[in-house]
């Protein structure tokens, strides 16, 4: 049973560029989570989807922030017109339905902005 | 997180006891979670304990829930080098949908 996977596990960019990044969930888990974490903090909440169906949406998610998951399985996000405040690692977590309150986390995307 | 507060730091030696300690705010948390994480790796669930429960073991890991005083904490027995990472204490409020809210991580340094 593979676990979350995330793609790519780096990505440098310079200011102003646009990137996306895929998350793809544990297979039939229902739920995927992204969240944002800084050096030395702890991870934040950023938004939720059950299904294709976004539920829930962070005040840290800006209007140059989106995230879609089109046909409930995996899922991209992507920023737009980068600013070096949003150098962080991005965060994907997925549960079954059975189990919502188990979150499982994927590596990550270590993004810089340069 | 401001809502859930962790000490930065904990040193200890191999095959001693660990203490994590955690405290939170929101008296209407339903779960509460350890994730331990590694240099640039993701979060691994190591275990969570429901808000009626006051202790959960684990193999090497106890968890005690203090819902009274909003004190959370995670023993490690015997802890082996392996154990050096990042830990995070994290709650799950019953009023905010699914969102898990993060204390800022221990960091927990096993000496040989």
């Known amino acids: 049973d593979t676990g979350v996977s995330q793609d790519p596990r780096h990505k440098i960019t310079k200011r102003g560029q646009n990137v996306t990044f895929r998350c793809d969930p544990i297979s039939e888990h229902n739920r995927l989570y992204w969240y944002r974490q800084t050096l030395g903090q702890g991870p934040e909440f950023l938004t939720y989807f059950q299904n294709e169906a976004q539920l829930e949406k962070s005040r840290l998610l800006s209007d140059r922030f989106s995230a879609e998951r089109p046909k409930g399985s995996f899922s991209t996000l992507e920023i737009q017109r980068t600013e070096q405040g949003d150098s962080a690692m991005y965060l994907c977590?997925?549960?079954?339905?059975?189990?919502?309150?188990?979150?499982?986390f994927g590596p990550g995307t270590r993004l810089t902005v340069t | 997180g401001e809502d859930v507060e962790q000490s930065l730091f904990l040193s200890v030696r191999e095959g001693d006891s660990s203490v994590i300690n955690c405290t939170y705010t929101d008296s209407s948390s339903t779960y509460l979670y350890w994730y331990k994480q590694e240099p640039g790796a993701g979060l691994q669930l190591l275990t969570y304990?429901?808000?009626?429960?006051d202790m959960k073991q684990d193999q090497r890991l106890t968890v005690l829930l203090n819902k009274k005083d909003k004190h959370l904490s995670l023993r490690i027995a015997d802890t082996q080098t392996g154990d050096s990472a990042i830990y995070f204490c994290a709650e799950r409020k019953d009023n905010a949908g699914n969102m898990l809210t993060f204390g800022g991580g221990t960091r927990l340094m096993v000496k040989p």
């Open positions: 977590a997925s549960s079954p339905s059975y189990i919502s309150y188990e979150q499982y």
């Open positions: 304990i429901f808000s009626n429960m």
